[in-house]
């Protein structure tokens, strides 16, 4: 059966042999380095609920291409079903490792390039698909994980990648020959590449005609020649290293930066190569899945703060005050509208002719707004009621050491029957769940920046249709917006 338990996929990922850098050593063993092993844990979850009674029905799922039971991040959607299922299983995810646990880049890349490949075959007479299809197959039957590598590092964002001073600064074609192609650049925020078996590239933003070499899209094993990992830092990644004070005690996440220098792509990994008209289509179809599975793992992970909120409160004594308990409300309703939003981003979604079931995207970018803005206004409310000790509190090796550990029995303890130290390792999760850097930072930018999913709303939004309504509601006689041709959308 192609799937593996947690212990097989550690395992698997300790024969791949990735080059690694992390605080400027090279890492041979990146599965045993502590600053990755919390992440390693996260994706690990992912196939620990395949095997797991209560939730085998939503994780796992029958492949139409090889007709065995799989993991549902190797499932494209084919039905609405399955476009609900992917939220929900995110939601159980989010709460049970309360962080990213990375997995969905990959499946929402394959889902991405399952529409796109198909439509430019059908403009072109390419074979991108029937690739594609070959390495959907390879991916499930070894129940692989892939990351997605789309992001661009960019340079000057007022230059397209043509005219950059630098040609490199964004991912691009430097070499095709008979057996492949040789890429290279840079992709940013590389969430989980090591937690993964493949690295899958999408181009970063719609192209021109002069960027045909920077329309391309392709799949790699990440210890291929070439891709090379460089950690990026968190705000509390040293107390990974020193095994205390953890915050959450089991699970995390990184980010790197991988450099493809000059890499080696075979052709039947090659999903894109030159048809810039499509570059568009294919970052806003992934686009569009990555938002709705955002709205899964975060309602997840904000049911985990309310938890910690609500037992701060306890803890604190505070739990029945009356503004405290209004805080809780606020979110608890946040988490719901984020999750209400995505799953009609689910129930909304339709059809495409390859067969893949696509989000709507509208709302799949309304609950990205609404992430954007109300995790982090959460996280505020969090640090509210928890307190200022979220950010003094001293080390659990001090309640350790003989020396201090009575003054802080005595001067940390908060309600009669609660431990201290079981209060300093709430205000330690506070701490992790509001103020760690990557986590923070994904709700505002993953899945692209607050101005895209404004920009997406505006561009799929027949604002025309509606200016309609209200014209005729208004007794104007029917006719386009001035200035506007019929049809043509702002
Ligand atoms: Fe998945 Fe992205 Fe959420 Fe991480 S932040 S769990 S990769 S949707």
Redesign the pocket.
């Known amino acids: 059966m192609p799937l593996m338990t947690a212990g097989e996929y550690l395992d698997s990922l300790r024969r791949m042999k990735p080059t690694v850098y992390i605080l400027g050593e090279r890492v041979d063993s990146p599965t045993e380095d502590p600053h990755i092993r919390a992440s390693i844990n996260a994706t690990a979850a992912t196939y620990e609920l395949a095997f797991d009674q209560e939730y085998r029905h939503i994780a796992l799922v029958e492949s139409p291409l090889t007709g065995g039971m799989i993991n549902r991040f190797n499932h494209v959607a084919s039905s609405i079903e399955d476009l609900v299922a992917r939220v929900k299983i995110?939601r159980v995810?989010?709460q049970r490792v309360g962080t990213?646990?990375?997995?969905?880049?990959g499946l929402?890349g394959l889902s991405a390039l399952s529409i796109t490949t198909y439509n430019m075959d059908r403009r072109y007479g390419t074979q991108y698909h029937q690739r594609f299809l070959g390495f959907l197959r390879y991916m499930q039957e070894n129940d692989y994980s892939g990351h997605i590598a789309v992001t661009d590092v960019k340079g000057d964002r007022s230059k397209r990648p043509h005219q950059q001073a630098d040609p490199d600064l964004y991912l691009r074609v430097v070499e095709r020959n008979e057996d492949g192609i040789v890429v290279r650049g840079a992709k940013a925020h590389q969430?989980?590449s090591l937690n993964s078996h493949e690295t899958i590239v999408l181009p970063t933003t719609a192209l021109q005609e002069a960027d045909t070499d920077y329309a391309v899209a392709f799949s790699i094993p990440v210890d291929t020649p070439g891709l090379v990992h460089i950690y990026g830092r968190g705000t509390l990644d040293s107390r990974e290293v020193e095994g205390v004070d953890l915050g959450n005690c089991f699970y995390g996440?990184y980010c790197t930066l991988v450099v493809f220098d000059d890499v080696f792509v075979p052709w039947d990994r090659v999903f894109m190569c030159g048809e810039w008209e499509f570059a568009g289509e294919m970052v806003s179809r992934f686009s569009s899945y990555?938002r709705q599975?955002?709205g899964?793992?975060?309602s997840g992970l904000l049911d985990v703060v309310s938890g910690a909120a609500y037992t701060m409160a306890e803890y604190n004594g505070t739990a029945k005050v009356s503004h405290i308990r209004e805080k809780l409300t606020d979110i608890i309703h946040r988490a719901e509208t984020i999750y209400a939003c995505t799953l009609a981003s689910s129930y909304e979604g339709h059809r495409e002719p390859s067969g893949t079931y696509a989000v709507n995207s509208v709302l799949a970018n309304a609950a990205k707004i609404h992430e954007g803005r109300d995790l982090v206004e959460a996280m505020r409310l969090l640090l509210d009621i928890a307190g200022g000790l979220v950010g003094t509190m001293p080390s659990e090796l001090d309640l350790q050491n003989p020396a201090t550990g009575a003054f802080l029995e005595k001067y940390l303890k908060g309600v009669e029957g609660v431990q201290t130290r079981d209060r300093m390792r709430m205000f330690r999760l506070v701490e992790k769940l509001a103020m760690e850097s990557r986590d923070l930072v994904?709700a505002v930018h993953?899945?692209g920046s607050p101005q895209a999913h404004r920009l997406t709303i505006l561009r799929e939004t027949d604002l025309e249709a509606k200016a309609r309504l209200a014209r005729r509601l208004a007794g104007i006689q029917d006719g386009p917006s001035p200035g506007l041709a019929p049809g043509v959308r702002p």
């Open positions: 995110n995810l989010g990213c646990f990375q997995r969905c880049t929402d969430t989980g996440k990555h599975s955002h899964g793992c975060k994904s993953g899945g």
